[in-house]
């Protein structure tokens, strides 16, 4: 019978645990997989929901009360279409489609304008906070037409994680591609952190020498503070956990120093660079990854290469990590302000008109980059929703100048002992360049009218020129 609330296409783990998560909430949920095997198993597993399984989209659709809401939740790229095209001879004017996955925003535009013009809703939603948070509440980042939402609203509510506030961690943030955008700067942001958490590890053990109990002490007790995060908390635990692999000591030690990703953190990059908007530190974090890629390249270089001269710390340990505290906290800063940049000029580039302040707040809660600093953010931007940076905002502006010498110290010291630190670099770099009120930029506008003529404009009149260089 077409009684069912909402359909959910696509069974793995997220998707499944998203229809529990309606369910638990009470929505009606038809579920349709690929695999007619999955669909069985998952509903006899979970007989005691309000969940429908079907066999065939036709079964499916039927399943569904007017109009029909139907969230997709399959990998991105091809499958995404193919499912869409399947399912418009099935849809009527009004239906909706809600794209869960990790599409990039231009398909989404390109989705909507088409479906629209068969008088199909559809929406992106940006889905973050893995599996626990697709069953318990993820961060949701819907984008669409504001009619599209108002459809699923209060469902999207429901099954949000809730912020400390109690509020849902969802909200509208524009229309055509405007939540997998935000999605996709969310990833970028989430690239920065790890890569600058992680360089925090390889300075305090490669400089300092902590033991991995030590540095699980360090990072628990940094989560206590202004860094309390999702991803500095799990840290701390990986640090603990045992080797079950037959190996000794811990499990860290263990794996392999070669970071996967799967391109949302390059996307950001991209588009920041069509953008022309400096991301240095999401940038740097992308590209560490890559060279991570490189083991066997790395293992043979280091052979070859030379290093600096051994390095020995003589300074006072409890104060050279409070100031890799402070570094991680002034680069954390830097890594946000390059992401909430990216998404103030995606507003003004494709209409979006993201809410800054609420996109900083659906982040509180739900998601991986869920983080206390983000409630600092939110109050940033509801105070000078035109802020031109998050380093101009008071608190952070404080923060950043009280802290800097311990980040550039930090910098310099792993300079020194030769430990690659490129987010961390790259987020003073950022800071240092953005704080210049002049920069080595006339040089290069010198040197590009000189051999080819691109002109430059003078500091001291209007216009734009050219030089004869002949000396």
């Known amino acids: 019978m077409a009684e069912h609330d909402i359909g959910l296409i696509g069974l793995a783990v997220m998707g499944q645990n998203l229809a529990l998560n309606m369910a638990h909430k009470g929505y009606r949920v038809a579920v349709y997989n690929r695999s007619a095997e999955t669909t069985e198993q ?15 989209l036709p079964e499916f659709v039927a399943l569904l009360r ?41 398909d989404t535009e390109r989705r909507e304008a088409r479906l629209a013009a068969l008088g199909i809703r559809f929406l ?33 509510k429901a099954i949000a994680a809730k912020a400390p506030d109690g509020a849902p ?19 970028g942001i989430e690239y ?36 309390d995060s999702f991803l500095i908390e799990i840290t701390a635990q990986i640090f603990r956990k045992a080797d079950d692999g037959g190996g000794a000591g811990e499990l860290i030690d263990h794996i392999l120093d070669v970071a996967e990703q799967k391109g949302t ?90 809410p800054l302040d609420q996109t900083a707040a659906i982040w509180r809660a739900g998601c991986i980059i869920r983080a206390r600093f983000l409630s600092d953010i939110t109050r940033a931007y509801q105070a000078e929703p035109h802020l031109a940076n998050l380093m101009l905002a008071e608190q952070f502006r404080a923060a950043l100048s009280a802290y800097q010498a311990d980040w550039r110290a930090v910098v310099a010291t792993a300079i020194r002992a030769g430990v690659p630190t490129p987010a ?37 009149r209007e216009g734009t020129f050219h030089a004869d260089w002949s000396l």
């Not at 939603?125 to 699923?152: F, Q, R």
């Not at 560490?288 to 280091?302: D, M, T």
């Open 42 to 56: 998952f509903t006899a597993r979970h007989a005691d929901q309000p969940i429908a399984g079907a066999h065939s």
């Open 66 to 106: 007017k109009p029909r809401i139907i969230l997709l939740m399959v990998k991105a790229g091809a499958p995404v279409d193919s499912v869409i095209d399947q399912l418009i001879p099935l849809l009527e004017t009004g239906d909706l489609i809600i794209d869960g996955g990790n599409s990039h925003f231009e």
């Open 124 to 156: 992106g939603v940006g889905v973050s906070g893995g599996e626990e948070g697709a069953l318990h509440g993820p961060s949701l980042m819907p984008g669409g037409a504001p009619e599209a939402y108002a459809l699923i609203e209060a469902l999207l």
């Open 169 to 187: 961690c969802v909200a509208y943030l524009g229309r055509g591609g405007a939540g997998h955008y935000v999605k996709m700067v969310h990833n």
């Open 192 to 227: 920065g952190d790890m890569q600058l958490i992680a360089e925090s590890y390889d300075i305090l053990k490669r400089v300092v020498g902590l033991s991995n109990a030590e540095l699980a002490d360090v990072f628990a007790a940094w989560n206590q503070g202004e860094l």
């Open 265 to 354: 953190g390059k996307w950001t990059s991209q588009n920041a660079l069509d953008l022309g908007v400096p991301t240095p530190t999401l940038s740097a974090a992308v590209e560490a990854r890559l060279i991570s890629a490189l083991k066997a390249e790395r293992h043979a270089a280091a052979q070859s290469l030379s290093a600096p001269p051994p390095f020995a710390f003589t300074g006072e340990r409890a104060a050279f990590i409070e100031a890799v505290r402070r570094a991680l906290y002034c680069s954390k800063v830097a890594a946000y302000a390059q992401g909430m940049a990216l998404l103030s000029a995606a507003s003004r580039e494709y209409g979006y008109a993201i």
């Open 424 to 460: 961390f670099s790259a987020s003073l770099a950022y800071y240092d360049s953005y704080r210049s009120e002049r920069l080595p930029a006339n040089l290069i506008q010198a040197q590009r009218d000189l051999f080819g003529a691109h002109t430059f404009q003078r500091t001291d």
